[in-house]
């Protein structure tokens, strides 16, 4: 009888274990929620699905996404997804057949332990599915709404968050004026036009996917610290990269453009240059260290216009930066500093700088036609080269008043020695501001530098001349 009594017992716990686990997996309606980890189609009430990407790990801000009147949730917001996991986001992509079922989802997503998200996700919605994100927000606790392409209706009123819109001005589908002169109407409302874009988010070319970078920087919100992987441009479709380094502060403050150094044909943004970042962060620059295109897809004169390209860059977004847009200065090492020493010398409409730091540059490339190899280089850099077109290139025959001021940073023991030394006495006879340090048995390259304390010093002190500027 007590074996009995004991089974029955066991049976109904199993049944109890059953309808509460069972529960925690119904339209999100209790609070006891099974955690997930998941990036799939997840059943969230009357056969409704949608996908998720919500690591484990710390708690992730989250974002939940509504796709338009076409499509499902794996379509027409895909770039969208792309953006939020870059900047380190959750996100949910929500299929519905009305905005009772995207609140029936939200309920669900958010229901405590279910994900590992934190509180007020922001909604992002493209097409009609902007009206919900914007009925939804109204009358709930999240973050702000992001909205590709919404369309004006009767009922489209302010959602009391934070709005951020692109529009594309082609868009003949949903017009945009109305939004315009809605969102400037709103209490808190950035409007964002893409120009010549239509309707459809992800028909929007290369060209103007800028609102890529200014959607992830509206999620970073003020966070300091390393931003990485900012595109800067897309010439030709190809992004262009900069990570950059906002200081902890008020700001604004004083701006440097890295530019690495490789022989014109290797490195990135975060070769050969790391020990300068380290100085340039611990004395609360803004940095910001670039990629550029390489030689032999392209010539030197196009390295050149990709680092004005990042100058306009910085400059544009200087408040979302806390850069100070009249303080930008250069600063490149070995082939990075012939371009910013060549830059000096040819500046342009919205791409001026007041300071240039050069690490052991080249700056005359009439040096390298004595022999085979050199004449094999400047046909990489070049193509089919002459000496006048050398001369055009090479800072030391484009000395000319107006300059900014220059550092310039050479080690003894660098075959550039001699060529540094030259560069020198042309500035000094053109009377161009600069200085000078040479550091006494010093090799070529920075990160050979580490561990002697007399050449890293020159670092410090090359952040102390551009404080001074």
């Known amino acids: 009888m007590k074996l009995h009594q004991r089974t029955s017992m066991k049976r109904l716990w199993v049944v109890f274990a059953f ?50 009147s076409s499509g499902n949730r794996r379509t027409h917001v895909n770039q969208v997804l792309a953006v939020l996991e870059k900047a380190g986001w ?25 994900f590992n998200i934190q509180s007020k996700p922001v909604l992002i919605g493209e097409d009609t599915g902007a009206a919900i994100a914007f009925e939804v927000a109204a009358t709930g606790t ?3 709404v992001v909205a590709f392409g919404a369309a004006k209706d009767s009922h489209t009123k302010d959602p009391g968050v934070p709005v951020l819109l692109f529009h594309g001005d082609a868009d003949e589908e949903s017009p945009i004026a109305p939004m315009k002169t809605l969102c400037e109407r709103w209490r808190d ?15 929007w070319h290369p060209d103007q996917w800028a609102w890529k970078e200014d959607l992830a920087a509206w999620l970073r919100e003020d966070r300091r610290g390393v931003w990485k992987d900012i595109a800067y441009a897309m010439p ?16 604004p403050f004083n701006a440097v453009i890295v530019v690495h150094g490789g022989g014109w044909e290797a490195g990135d943004k975060e070769t050969y240059i790391s020990p300068m970042l380290d100085v340039l962060a611990r004395e609360r620059f803004a940095y910001f260290s670039i990629d550029y295109r390489l030689t032999p897809y392209v010539t030197n004169g196009t390295q050149l216009e990709d680092v004005r390209a990042a100058i306009r860059y910085v400059r544009a977004h200087s408040d979302r930066f806390h850069a100070r847009a009249d303080s930008i200065a250069l600063l490149g090492e070995s082939a990075g500093g012939q371009v910013v020493t060549q830059l000096a010398s040819l500046p342009c409409a919205g791409c001026e700088v007041g300071a240039v730091v050069s690490l052991y540059g080249v700056y005359n490339f009439k040096q390298f036609t004595q022999d085979a190899d050199g004449k094999q280089m400047l046909k990489r850099i070049f ?36 060529g540094t030394l030259a560069y020198d006495q042309a500035l000094t006879k053109k009377g161009i501001e600069h200085k000078l340090v040479v550091l006494d048995g010093a090799p070529h390259g920075m990160e050979n530098w580490v561990g002697h304390a007399v050449w890293m010093k020159a670092l410090d002190d090359a952040a102390v001349w551009l404080r001074g500027r």
């Open 19 to 68: 309808f509460v686990v069972g529960s925690r997996f119904v339209a999100g309606e209790t609070t006891a929620c099974a955690a997930m980890v998941a990036r799939g189609s997840i059943d969230y009430g009357n056969g409704h699905l949608f996908d998720a990407f919500a690591p484990a790990g710390e708690a992730r801000p989250a974002a939940i996404v509504i796709h338009g």
């Open 90 to 114: 959750a996100w949910f992509s929500v299929d519905y057949r009305d905005v009772a079922d995207v609140r029936r989802a939200i309920r669900f997503i958010q229901c405590r332990g279910r």
């Open 142 to 144: 999240f973050r702000s």
């Open 189 to 203: 409302c950035t409007f964002v036009p893409v120009a010549k874009g239509i309707h459809n988010v992800e028909n």
């Open 236 to 251: 030709e479709g190809r992004a262009l990269l900069m990570n950059a380094f906002l200081p902890e502060g008020v700001g």
């Open 383 to 418: 193509g089919q080269w002459t000496l006048p077109m050398l001369e055009e290139a090479s800072p030391l025959y484009n000395i000319k008043a107006g300059m900014p001021r220059l550092l310039l940073i050479q080690g003894t023991k660098d075959e550039l020695y001699a």
